[in-house]
């Protein structure tokens, strides 16, 4: 139960790793700028795949990588850039002004609690049918073989869920328009029919970086609203 | 001899707990949803070392699964932050309050 039970390499590397955790989940935290926060979820994340390697999951270590580092935080940093949002969080304008003392009060209970539950309970022991997590080489085969065997059913599932999140994106970043009945939701200027691309932007007080976010969608909607332009009524 | 699971767990916990705090404490939503992250990780980490302890491989698969589902996750969470910046330029978590009862 102790560090000292274990090799060196094995407790310099988990040491190492560790740290590199923490203090990159501090500065996702304690960061004033986004982007700085996106920088340091990349540490964090770096670190956990060490993490998984000395726990003989070598394919999750190389799929944390890939995966996490290398597309949803570039997906992060894309919507920073495009939104433009990477100013300074206003700290000293805090509408609840007890929020934040008692939201760390109730993350130290949260800790206390976890820590208090890691100490002796554990599972029952009882084994699922899916096997042993064997020798390193072996590593992608079974995660492999228990995907596609005993998890079947949850992996078709995992299949229809990525669609439902492809749609569900397609139609939250789609512009609104108001061609589909003249029952629009009153969203201001970002609804009026446009005739060019740069028209509703102007009116929005942060017209410059919407703008560059609104081109991007536009592009498809554009061809759209060509056809729909006869019943759009006018403002 | 390897790291015993206990330090692994309370590495977890640690993670866990701090994007909780990031989560409750910070108004920036793209801030927030990076700790949701954290706090993904955290059970990930969990995952692994239950893994090896138990010497089954179902907690590595849970794992590949926590993935999809956090991509998918960020992939809509993502959606609905462009289209609340699109109509309110610089919002915070406290000016999306439009749900209000």
């Known amino acids: ?235 | 001899m390897t790291i015993a699971a206990s330090w692994y767990l309370t590495l977890a916990a640690v993670l866990f707990t701090i994007g909780a705090i990031g989560l409750l404490v910070r108004r920036n939503v793209l801030v927030m949803f990076m700790c949701v992250e954290l706090m993904l990780n955290a059970a990930n980490l969990t995952f692994v070392t239950f893994a090896r302890r138990l010497n089954d491989i179902a907690g590595q698969t849970a794992v590949f699964f926590v993935l999809v589902v956090a991509a998918a996750e960020v992939v809509v969470g993502l959606g609905i932050i462009v289209s609340i910046y699109r109509r309110r330029p610089g919002a915070t978590a406290d000016d999306v309050h439009g749900m209000k009862g």
């Not at chain 1, 040491?15 to 590199?20: D, E, K, L, Y």
């Not at chain 1, 926060?37 to 956990?48: P, Q």
């Not at chain 1, 609804?191 to 932007?201: A, F, K, N, R, Y």
Request: with cysteine; hydrophobic share 55%.
């Open chain 1, 1 to 235: 139960m102790t560090l000292l039970a274990a090799t060196i390499p094995d407790a310099v590397t988990f040491v190492i790793a560790a740290a590199i955790c923490v203090l990159g989940a501090l500065g996702v935290v304690l960061s004033r700028n986004p982007v700085h926060s996106a920088l340091m979820l990349v540490m964090t994340l770096f670190g956990v795949a060490v993490l998984f390697v000395e726990e003989d999951a070598q394919f999750l270590a190389a799929v944390q990588v890939i995966v996490y580092a290398g597309a949803i935080v570039v997906l992060f940093l894309f919507v920073i850039m495009l939104l433009g949002v990477d100013q300074k969080e206003a700290i000293e304008r805090d509408p609840l002004p007890a929020q934040r003392p008692v939201a760390i009060c109730v993350g130290i209970l949260v800790l206390a609690e976890v820590l208090l539950l890691a100490r002796g309970h554990w599972p029952t022991g009882a084994r699922s049918v899916s096997g042993a997590i064997g020798s390193p080489a072996d590593n992608v085969g079974l995660i492999g073989r228990s995907v596609f065997t005993t998890y079947l059913l949850a992996f078709e599932v995992t299949s229809a869920l990525l669609v439902v999140a492809v749609i569900g994106a397609v139609v939250l970043a789609r512009r609104p328009r108001p061609a589909l009945g003249g029952s629009a939701p009153a969203t201001g200027p970002a609804v009026e029919p446009d005739g060019d691309d740069e028209d509703p932007d102007d009116t929005e007080p942060d017209g410059g970086e919407a703008g560059t976010a609104e081109t991007v969608s536009s592009a498809a909607a554009q061809a759209e609203d060509e056809l729909a332009s006869p019943e759009v009524p006018g403002p």
